[in-house]
């Protein structure tokens, strides 16, 4: 029996970005890893992508969550910008948006209000963000 035929419901397709000028990588290829090994399909943006290189990405790959990684403290002005690029191409909706890395806690209910759905920081379980994601991604 093939693995498409075992598996009932449709691959999940994941978004791993590394937005602005962070350069530290290791743990975005670290969660990018866990989620393939969850069965999730995974597209890695690479270093240092724009706002826009990030909204082009999730649109054109058409994934179900955008998870952006961010240690470099630009949060609050590049996670609205791919916020509101996903809401310019009608791509915010039917996605789950996710930030992973170092957001200080006064400033993630103002990333929640703009519309990220979850904030996970440092040590944060794999097995918890894997089963958000599944409970959470949109059916589409």
Excluded at 43 to 51: E, K, M, V
Excluded at 66 to 81: D, E, F, M
Excluded at 101 to 127: C, K, N, T, Y
Aim: charged letters at 30%; proline letters at 4%; glycine letters at 10%.
């Amino acid at each position: 029996m093939s693995v498409e035929h075992e598996q009932d419901e449709r691959t999940i397709r994941c978004l791993v970005a590394k937005v602005g000028l962070d350069g530290h990588d290791r743990g975005a290829h670290v969660i990018a890893r866990a989620l393939r090994d969850a069965g999730f399909e995974v597209i890695y943006s690479g270093l240092h992508r724009s706002p826009d290189e990030v909204v082009q990405a999730a649109v054109q790959e058409d994934v179900d969550v955008v998870g952006i990684s961010i240690l470099s403290g630009a949060h609050k002005t590049l996670v609205p910008r791919i916020l509101d690029g996903l809401r310019e191409y009608d791509a915010f909706d039917d996605r789950l948006v996710l930030v992973g890395g170092i957001v200080p806690d006064d400033d993630q209910p103002e990333l929640r209000e703009l519309g990220v759905d979850e904030i996970f920081g440092p040590g944060a379980s794999m097995a918890e963000m894997i089963q958000y994601i599944r409970e959470q991604a949109p059916e589409r």
